[in-house]
């Protein structure tokens, strides 16, 4: 069964930091680039980071360069994704998600996790 848990959501306050992860399971993980996809409440789907499977490249969407790190530890099948300087508009539901295609036999996978909830207000 493929699952990704996420963890290390909650509340925070302005300015203030949090460390989400996530760990995955019931497939190849090193394979799979990873990605960081927020919803906050009343509107729709926000790309937030990027990793390659082997994560020796990284992507940022404009609202939180500077501030978040997104790692990966392919030995761990875990995907983290550091956060600083937190503001009010961070606040969302934050989905772990992984994505793999392989060109020569057509093979591509998506899955998502249930999500982890962050809060940051004073």
């Known amino acids: 069964e493929v699952q990704l848990v996420e963890s290390g959501g909650g509340l925070v306050q302005p300015g203030g930091s949090l460390r989400l992860s996530c760990a995955a399971s019931?497939?190849?993980?090193?394979?799979?680039?990873m990605y960081w996809v927020r919803q906050a409440p009343g509107k729709g789907l926000e790309w937030v980071s990027t990793?390659?499977?082997?994560?020796?490249?990284?992507y940022y969407a404009d609202s939180v360069k500077g501030r978040f790190t997104i790692s990966r530890d392919n030995a761990k099948n875990t995907v983290h994704l550091q956060m600083n300087s937190l503001k009010a508009e961070d606040t969302a539901v934050y989905y772990c998600?992984?994505?793999?295609?392989?060109?020569?036999?057509?093979?591509?996978?998506?899955?998502w996790g249930q999500g982890t909830q962050v809060t940051v207000s004073s």
């Open positions: 019931g497939f190849t993980f090193s394979k799979y680039w």
């Open positions: 998600v992984s994505e793999t295609e392989d060109y020569e036999s057509g093979y591509a996978a998506n899955y």
């Open positions: 990793i390659v499977s082997d994560g020796t490249n990284t």
